[in-house]
């Protein structure tokens, strides 16, 4: 919302806001890819009380992860187990956002008091259900959907 606030009523450079954008996004979309990744290893260690050789090299090909990046994330998981709950804050956060503020440009204000009234309750499925997402699989696509129309919409003239 910031972002299209400063380009619609600043005389910054666009072409720097939405840099500053993207860059953001990216380091956000890098966050919750580890946060994944994390969770399928957590699940898996948990499933079956081991993580095999032969589940890594599925893990990584089903995943195109490279054999530096899962070493780089079981060292982060080793050298700092607790880390991955601070981690899924923003992972999450990032992936609501967009969600937050196309509900905002749809719906007016109204949206964000009700969002924000659930999740100081801590009823994230209330918070969730107040911007028409499931917890399931396909509230995740819709949630990767409107954050693939916000990065989208960074590379356009008009907001």
Do not use: W
Request: no cysteine; net charge positive.
């Amino acid at each position: 919302m910031l972002t299209d606030y400063l380009i619609k009523n600043t005389d910054y450079s666009k072409q720097t806001i939405e840099e500053i954008s993207s860059i953001r996004i990216n380091s956000f979309m890098q966050d919750a890819r580890l946060v994944y990744a994390k969770l399928l290893l957590a699940k898996e260690k948990s499933q079956n009380g081991e993580i095999t050789l032969q589940f890594i090299e599925k893990f990584m090909r089903d995943n195109k992860f490279s054999t530096q990046y899962v070493r780089r994330m079981a060292r982060n998981i080793i050298d700092d187990p607790r880390a991955m709950n601070f981690e899924k804050r923003y992972a999450l956060g990032g992936l609501i956002a967009p969600t937050i503020i196309k509900k905002h440009k749809e719906e007016g204000p109204s949206i964000l008091k009700k969002y924000l009234e659930e999740s100081k309750n801590g009823n994230f499925k209330g918070a969730m259900n107040t911007l028409g997402i499931q917890l399931n699989d396909e509230g995740l696509k819709v949630l990767v959907n409107n954050l693939k129309e916000q990065i989208l919409g960074l590379s356009k003239e008009e907001r």
